[in-house]
């Protein structure tokens, strides 16, 4: 069975300083990658994906995370973070073909004017 | 429609009384999900159906729950004899396989149990 952990309920960072959101992973097979952001009081939209090819991925917003394969990690990161990243954060992980995925339990990201 | 509607957006019922959820996702999606977020938390995932297969009910969490998806389109969650743990955000998504599986989400709809 595929789970996803995000070890961290809550991240504080520094406007301006680069954050980091920690999410691994276990999943039979190639893993499919996924992270959505929960604005308050808003729907969770995609902010980006692994599928496969370069482990650095690029998404909306200045975001992007890395696909650690050895480590089964795929840390969502941004360098510079602004007041309006803050946000929950979830991270989700699928086998290929026509299976379920799963999230993660969040993380609240909290951006310190 | 451009995106996953769901109606209603809220719900308050009493204790006991039977829900229903609806989900009309996005045209053409193969894959639907339904999950339960309570205050802000985690997402409680619920059932999932995928094209014509069985749908994997495993995280419905009582034989109260139950969702059908019919002619492959909309769907209906629905809870029976309604409790307070109950209340929470109930979110519908779908995916398209196209799309290399990202999922579209619903505003949700806020259930409260009095």
């Known amino acids: 069975a595929q789970s996803v952990a995000q070890p961290e309920d809550q991240v504080n960072v520094a406007e301006g300083n680069p954050l980091t959101v920690k999410c691994t992973y276990s999943?039979?097979?190639?893993?499919?990658l996924f992270w959505y952001v929960q604005y308050p009081n808003r729907g969770l939209q995609f902010l980006l994906k692994y599928i496969t090819g370069d482990n650095l991925v690029k998404g909306s917003y200045g975001f992007e995370a890395e696909f650690n394969k050895s480590q089964t990690s795929f840390h969502l990161k941004k360098p510079s973070a602004l007041v309006s990243d803050s946000a929950l954060y979830f991270c989700?992980?699928?086998?290929?073909?026509?299976?379920?995925?799963?999230f993660g339990t969040g993380t609240k990201l909290q951006v310190i004017p | 429609g451009a995106g996953v509607s769901q109606s209603p957006s809220n719900k308050v019922t009493e204790k006991g009384k039977d829900v229903e959820l609806r989900c009309d996702p996005i045209?053409?999606?193969?894959?639907l999900y339904w999950y339960r977020q309570s205050l802000g938390q985690g997402l409680e995932f619920l059932i999932y159906?995928?094209?014509?297969?069985?749908?994997?009910k495993s995280g419905l969490p009582s034989d109260r729950f139950s969702a059908e998806r019919t002619g492959g389109s909309v769907s209906t969650l629905t809870i029976q004899r309604t409790q307070q743990e109950d209340s929470a955000v109930y979110l519908c998504?779908?995916?398209?396989?196209?799309?290399?599986?990202?999922?579209?989400f619903g505003a949700g709809t806020r259930l409260s149990v009095l």
């Open positions: 998504a779908s995916s398209s396989n196209r799309g290399r599986d990202i999922q579209y």
């Open positions: 045209s053409g999606h193969t894959a």
């Open positions: 999943v039979s097979g190639n893993p499919y």
């Open positions: 989700a992980v699928k086998p290929g073909g026509y299976q379920k995925v799963t």
């Open positions: 159906f995928q094209g014509n297969s069985a749908p994997d």
